[in-house]
């Protein structure tokens, strides 16, 4: 392929003017501020949540356990129904704090049933369209504990790791077919998803700073700080990147 037919869905960095996006976990934390980053940019926005009163002002709002193969079909229809849908965020997820002894095989499933099938079966709903254009991008919300073992999170880590397996495996199944696929590993990042965590500790306030000393940057990450990343990595600034894991973490990976 020569440079001037490389497959861009927008016409300059950055600006995703025109372009139609599903965002999943889109009423929390980082995948609120995804919504919120593209809003701005001037994209159509369709997000996917368990529970939609949270989904930004702006985005259309989808009711829909991603885990569910039935209620994916029929949210993906309904999100198609706006037009055709050129970028995927699949940033919902959920965490397990326990190692695998402790982990009941239901919480173990799931785990991977949110985390793993939830990304698989959105995208088998979302790919085709975009193999029929000949452009899709897709963002996947992994973490660094796809990367490093952390203690207690044994389903959370090898779910994660398999959330980055993935997406290398998308990004390199459709290259050629114009479909970019990398994800995001975020650090600990100030979302409601770690003040549940840190409220369930028997002292939060000292929980919260044991988390940030083992930050090198000395502060946890914001949900922003990875949005945009993450939008980045949409954008076709990005355009010769696929099946990148872009880690997020304050350094903690470095260390
Ligand atoms: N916060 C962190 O420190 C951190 C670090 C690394 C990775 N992550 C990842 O970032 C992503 C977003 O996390 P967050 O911190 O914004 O969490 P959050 O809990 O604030 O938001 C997650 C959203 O996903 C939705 N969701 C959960 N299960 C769902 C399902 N089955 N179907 C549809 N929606 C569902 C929730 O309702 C919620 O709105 C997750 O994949 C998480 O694993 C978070």
């Not at 980053?37 to 930004?56: C, Q, W």
């Not at 000393?213 to 700080?225: D, F, K, M, W």
Request: proline share 5%; hydrophobic share 40%; aromatic share 4%.
């Amino acid at each position: 392929m020569s440079t001037d037919t490389v497959p861009v869905v927008s016409s300059s960095p950055e600006d995703f003017r025109g372009r139609r996006a599903i965002v999943t976990g889109a009423a929390s934390g980082i995948g609120a501020e995804i919504t919120r980053g593209l809003l701005t940019r001037g994209a159509e926005v369709i997000g996917f949540d368990l529970n939609t009163d949270h989904i930004p002002d702006g985005a259309h709002r989808v009711g829909v356990d991603i885990s569910s193969q039935r209620d994916v079909a029929r949210a993906c229809a309904e999100a198609s129904g706006y037009g055709p849908i050129d970028t995927l965020f699949n940033n919902a997820g959920i965490g397990s704090t326990k190692n695998l002894i402790d982990c009941e095989p239901e919480e173990w499933d799931r785990v991977f049933a949110v985390n793993v099938r939830g990304i698989y079966l959105v995208c088998r709903e979302i790919i085709p369209g975009m193999l029929e254009r000949g452009v899709g991008v897709i963002v996947n919300t992994a973490s660094v504990a796809g990367q490093i073992g952390l203690p207690e999170r044994a389903a959370y880590c090898a779910s994660k790791a398999a959330v980055v397996g993935l997406t290398k495996q998308i990004a390199v199944q459709w290259a050629k077919a114009g479909i970019r696929c990398n994800c995001v590993s975020p650090g600990t990042v100030d979302s409601p998803w770690v003040e549940r965590l840190l409220n369930e500790a028997s002292d939060p306030q000292a929980h919260r700073e044991q988390l940030v000393a083992r930050q090198p940057l000395g502060r946890l990450g914001t949900p922003n700080e990875v949005a945009t990343a993450a939008l980045y990595l949409a954008s076709d600034a990005a355009s010769f990147m696929t099946g990148t894991d872009l880690v997020i973490d304050g350094g903690i990976t470095a260390a």
